[in-house]
């Protein structure tokens, strides 16, 4: 199966080319589009050598509440333009006659990765929330000489991100695990289906052969019971809910970032897989279809000789 990119392919494709390429400074006013209706707006309004990269996200407001702005000034801090541009939640001005000659081609590079992972790095913020919280929860957990997988005594936040119309991100931590669902929505009953099948080969897999993998769990219409007491919760037969089950081996110090970067785009790994196999199954069946009807055509009766008859009437 293909694996998605974390980075946006063309914020990368257009920055790569004015950092690391040397292009002769050119005018840009480019809009981008990426998963999740997550829109890039790449532009020199004031003048050919100084970039702006906007960004809008529809979950801003979440992300704000569980230190978004935190994490992009620890990343792009000197980079950040305040105000960001009218109708977009994050903006970074690169300034290119300053950039070009007080940097290495490696820090450059660096440069181009960390912006292109601009929309990554905002969504890791609740993951990265956490994760620390899982921190503090584990170590209270010791002190006390607490079980590990016993009955949390707390009950911690459920941070929700709710980063398109109908779908939601629920991330919940405890001291022995952190807990992850998708809401998502199948527009038809094929989508269902399909999902099933995937989600059923998640499962499997971990069974067979990857018994370190998270555990994964997959509940139709019914909201899992960690989320059960969040008000607005649609309960309706399109929408399903997937459980990512992050034990303390999965958020390990150098696992961590990729962890985040994997369960961030399940969403979209998981109906760009469903859409692939549609147009496959569909494929299959116009090649069939087109097959059988050259046997048909093959099948068609010769044209006979039709009847003849003479003057008195017999046939011959």
Same mark, same amino acid.
């Given at each position: 199966m293909l694996m998605l990119e974390?980075?946006?392919?063309?914020?990368?494709?257009?920055?790569? @080319?004015?950092?690391?390429?040397?292009?002769p400074p050119t005018s840009i006013d480019q809009i981008v589009s990426d998963f999740d209706n997550v829109t890039f707006h790449i532009s020199t309004p004031e003048s050919k050598t100084r970039i702006v990269v906007s960004m809008?996200?529809?979950?801003?407001?979440?992300?704000?509440?569980?230190?978004?702005? @935190?994490?992009?000034?620890? @990343?792009?801090?000197?980079?950040?333009?305040?105000?960001?541009e009218q109708g977009y939640n994050v903006s970074l001005v690169l300034d290119l006659d300053s950039i070009m000659p007080n940097s290495t081609l490696e820090?450059?590079?660096?440069?181009?990765?960390?912006?292109?992972?601009?929309?990554?790095?905002?969504?890791?913020?609740?993951?990265?929330?956490?994760?620390?919280?899982?921190?503090? +929860?584990?170590?209270?957990?010791?002190?006390?000489? +607490?079980?590990? !997988?016993?009955?949390?005594?707390?009950?911690?936040?459920?941070?929700?991100?709710? !980063?398109?119309?109908?779908?939601?991100?629920?991330?919940?931590?405890?001291?022995?695990?952190?807990?992850?669902?998708?809401?998502?929505?199948?527009?038809?009953?094929?989508?269902r289906i399909f999902g099933k099948v995937f989600l059923q080969e998640f499962v499997d897999a971990r069974k067979r052969a990857i018994q370190n993998a998270p555990q994964v769990l997959y509940s139709h219409k019914e909201p899992p019971l960690e989320i059960r007491h969040l008000p607005n919760l649609r309960v309706q037969d399109d929408i399903g809910y997937v459980t990512f089950v992050l034990f303390p081996r999965h958020l390990a110090a150098q696992r961590r970032e990729k962890a985040i970067s994997h369960i961030q785009i399940f969403r979209d790994y998981f109906?760009?897989?469903?859409?692939?196999?549609?147009?496959?199954?569909?494929?299959?069946?116009?090649?069939?279809?087109? @097959?059988? +009807?050259?046997? +048909?055509?093959?099948?068609?009766?010769?044209?006979?000789?039709?009847?003849?008859?003479?003057?008195?009437?017999?046939?011959?």
């Amino acid at each position: 199966m293909l694996m998605l990119e974390y980075h946006n392919l063309l914020l990368k494709s257009i920055l790569t @080319e004015r950092l690391l390429e040397d292009a002769p400074p050119t005018s840009i006013d480019q809009i981008v589009s990426d998963f999740d209706n997550v829109t890039f707006h790449i532009s020199t309004p004031e003048s050919k050598t100084r970039i702006v990269v906007s960004m809008y996200i529809k979950c801003f407001g979440d992300l704000e509440k569980y230190g978004a702005k @935190e994490v992009l000034q620890r @990343e792009y801090s000197q980079y950040m333009m305040d105000p960001p541009e009218q109708g977009y939640n994050v903006s970074l001005v690169l300034d290119l006659d300053s950039i070009m000659p007080n940097s290495t081609l490696e820090e450059r590079e660096r440069l181009v990765d960390s912006i292109s992972m601009l929309k990554r790095n905002t969504l890791a913020a609740p993951f990265e929330r956490a994760f620390h919280q899982f921190d503090q +929860l584990a170590a209270e957990a010791a002190e006390k000489s +607490l079980d590990m !997988y016993a009955p949390e005594a707390t009950n911690t936040e459920v941070m929700a991100i709710h !980063y398109r119309e109908e779908e939601s991100i629920f991330v919940k931590p405890s001291h022995d695990r952190v807990t992850v669902i998708f809401s998502t929505v199948f527009k038809d009953e094929t989508d269902r289906i399909f999902g099933k099948v995937f989600l059923q080969e998640f499962v499997d897999a971990r069974k067979r052969a990857i018994q370190n993998a998270p555990q994964v769990l997959y509940s139709h219409k019914e909201p899992p019971l960690e989320i059960r007491h969040l008000p607005n919760l649609r309960v309706q037969d399109d929408i399903g809910y997937v459980t990512f089950v992050l034990f303390p081996r999965h958020l390990a110090a150098q696992r961590r970032e990729k962890a985040i970067s994997h369960i961030q785009i399940f969403r979209d790994y998981f109906h760009y897989h469903i859409k692939c196999s549609k147009a496959y199954m569909h494929s299959r069946m116009r090649y069939r279809v087109s @097959e059988f +009807l050259k046997v +048909l055509n093959r099948a068609k009766p010769e044209n006979t000789e039709k009847e003849r008859k003479t003057a008195s009437g017999r046939r011959f």
